[in-house]
């Protein structure tokens, strides 16, 4: 399996524009979560679905975020418009139900300008 | 102003030597727990896990000790290595979600 596929793994953009993230969760898992990392707050849970759905936001910032999960091999965390302090790298997750070893991608590290 | 990050604690063992990194968690509600190792521009990995039904839980040189009195986890790395060299992180699970701790940093003098 070639694990939890993230992209891009770097991104630089200019206050305003819209960013996409992108996951591809492992086959067969059918939980996903997103997670913000930064130094100021470490890893932050933004939100995680089960089964395509999601399930709790909470830690969404602001509305500026949304997240995806059309189905069960894809999701997208956008942030629109972006702000310099949502520079940090976002790491994807996946796991098989809630409770069992969460497999992370090797994230999408973006700055904002 | 000046814009002041999370200060990790940081472990500095001697290659060789027993390391051991602690966490407390917050919810006695968690019955899961994951240590997870970050290295360098990688995502958290997997190291060992424990259910609440257990205190002890050994791998391959890894051990995860369990005080749900305290809510204390630890984890111990026997004959350190500078692979080791790493973030590690403890993840607590109230069910369906995980909730991680700030990390510790741990350093292995060769």
């Known amino acids: 399996d070639a694990g939890v596929i993230q992209s891009p793994r770097h991104e630089v953009t200019e206050m305003g524009q819209e960013v996409t993230l992108r996951c591809k969760p492992i086959s067969g898992h059918n939980s996903l979560f997103w997670y913000r990392q930064t130094m100021m707050r470490g890893l932050e849970l933004l939100i995680y679905?089960?089964?395509?759905?999601?399930?709790?936001d909470s830690g969404m910032p602001e509305d500026r975020f949304s997240a995806k999960m059309p189905n069960a091999s894809f999701s997208t965390l956008k942030i629109q418009p972006s702000e310099p302090r949502d520079s940090a790298v976002y790491f994807c997750a996946s796991s098989l139900s809630g409770a069992n070893v969460l497999t992370f991608g090797a994230g999408s590290r973006l700055t904002v300008l | 102003g000046e814009s002041v990050g999370l200060h990790l604690p940081t472990l500095s063992v001697q290659e060789g030597d027993n390391s051991i990194i602690n966490c407390a968690y917050s919810n006695s509600a968690s019955d899961y727990f994951i240590w997870y190792k970050q290295e360098s521009g990688k995502g958290p990995q997997f190291i060992i896990d424990i259910r609440s039904n257990m205190d002890k839980r050994q791998g391959q040189r890894v051990t995860v000790l369990l005080n749900k009195t305290v809510k204390h986890l630890s984890l111990q790395i026997a004959a350190t290595q500078p692979g080791d060299s790493a973030v590690y992180f403890c993840?607590?699970?109230?069910?369906?979600?995980?909730?991680f701790g700030t990390g510790t940093s741990l350093t292995v003098i060769p």
């Open positions: 679905f089960n089964n395509n759905v999601p399930i709790d």
């Open positions: 993840a607590e699970n109230i069910p369906g979600q995980f909730y």
